[in-house]
């Protein structure tokens, strides 16, 4: 299953359609996999699982957040108020 997940990352141009989110305002969507990339990451860790899988999340939200955005996120993390739930 690595392999494909892995081929898939080697592949990977920008951020494909997700159904989620058919609007033009992406927002959301870089909202959402900015949360996902994290909670898989503190899901896969807990496990003592290969953190890989969660790589897709982080190039779609790189793809799609500005900077300034993750940023903010990261510090706000870091300082333990940040508002999403992970």
């Known amino acids: 299953m690595s392999d ?23 927002t959301r969507n870089c909202f959402q996999n900015y949360l996902d990339f994290h909670r898989c990451n503190k899901a896969l860790t807990e496990k003592g699982q290969d953190t890989t899988p969660c790589e897709w999340y982080q190039r779609v939200y790189k793809s799609l957040c ?7 996120w990261n510090d706000q993390l870091e300082a333990g108020n ?5």
């Not at 494909?4 to 992406?26: C, G, H, S």
């Not at 900077?67 to 903010?72: E, N």
């Open 4 to 26: 494909v997940i892995e081929e898939k990352l080697k592949n990977y141009r920008t951020a494909p359609f997700d159904a989620r989110f058919p609007n033009t305002n992406q």
């Open 66 to 72: 500005p900077i300034g955005w993750v940023q903010k």
């Open 82 to 86: 940040f508002p999403g739930k992970i």
